[in-house]
């Protein structure tokens, strides 16, 4: 009996590992991280940019690698569980063909981070300024995550925001070039700023 239970989680192992693995290839994540070698970036700030790229490029292989089991973080209690904005992206993303890649622009960032840092030492949240230079950019920011996967798919999914409006700005053919910030934040632990443009 206990050979038998032995083979039995064995199996299991094997099965779940299979169905759960994410499967991006080396081409594939190199397509995507188009700020690899921006030394000054954070691998956060890298991450952010790949994994947005890696739903631009890829929509079906993100959905199956990145969307399906994803649920929000432990420490949000995985308030996406019955989220009908994952299902709205899981739709979005089952009829999507891909898309140019962002691609890393300094001026962006610079602009990013000037507001992440506003934003991080007073505590404010959304996207009035104080002191940072207004630019023609779109902006997506985001607060209290601190990897960059769960601040890319809190933009994608776009939990309770009915106009979707991080999520069009992130997944539109408009947008050429990105540049993205996170800064430490007194409220929010993080605040992650994105300012993309044509």
């Not at 989220?83 to 140019?100: G, H, V």
């Not at 507001?115 to 009035?128: C, P």
Request: proline share 2%; aromatic share 14%; net charge negative.
């Amino acid at each position: 009996m206990p050979q038998m239970k032995k083979y039995f989680l064995i199996l299991f192992l094997v099965f779940y590992a299979s169905t759960h693995a994410q499967s991006w290839t080396s081409a594939q994540l190199a397509q995507a991280n188009t700020a690899a070698n921006v030394a000054y970036l954070s691998n956060v700030e890298k991450e952010c940019i790949m994994y947005i790229n890696l739903c631009r490029l890829y929509p079906k292989d993100f959905l199956r690698n990145e969307l399906l089991n994803y649920y929000g973080t432990y420490e949000s209690d995985y308030y996406l569980k019955d989220s009908e904005y994952r299902q709205s992206l899981i739709d979005f993303l089952s009829n999507s063909a891909s898309m140019n890649a962002l691609s890393f622009n300094d001026v962006l960032y610079r602009n990013a981070l000037c507001f992440a840092k506003e934003q991080g030492a007073s505590g404010e949240t959304g996207h009035d300024r104080r002191h940072c230079e207004e630019g023609n950019y779109a902006e997506c920011c985001s607060y209290g995550l601190s990897k960059g996967k769960d601040i890319a798919l809190q933009l994608l999914i776009d939990h309770d925001v009915p106009s979707l409006g991080h999520r069009n700005i992130c997944l539109s053919n408009r947008y050429t070039k990105v540049g993205v910030a996170v800064q430490p934040h007194i409220e929010w632990e993080t605040c992650a700023i994105f300012e993309f443009i044509w």
